[in-house]
């Protein structure tokens, strides 16, 4: 019963610390374009997000370290995937 009640315990706490590191996936329905790059194995890509809310998404879910820059030209063909 103690061991149970421990593994319970456990899980509970595992499951907790999981949910921390979610990436959110929702956010505000607001058209605010941003622009940003990131060196994506050693090559500068640059994409435009629908606002900063999708920018931060990408960066956690796909581990990419986007800067925010005004430049928009030359668009990556990988922004697509990379900003959904």
């Keep these: 019963m103690k061991f149970c009640l421990a593994l319970i315990s456990l899980l509970l706490c595992c499951a907790q610390i999981l949910a921390i590191y979610e990436c ?5 329905a607001v058209f605010s374009p941003v622009c940003g790059e990131a060196n994506i194995k050693g ?28 430049n928009c030209s030359g668009l990556s063909p990988y922004c697509r995937a990379l900003a959904n």
């Design 24 to 28: 959110p996936s929702i956010c505000p």
């Design 43 to 70: 090559r500068l890509v640059r994409c435009q997000f629908s606002n900063s809310c999708r920018l931060g998404v990408s960066a956690c879910k796909y581990g990419i370290n986007w800067r925010e820059t005004s």
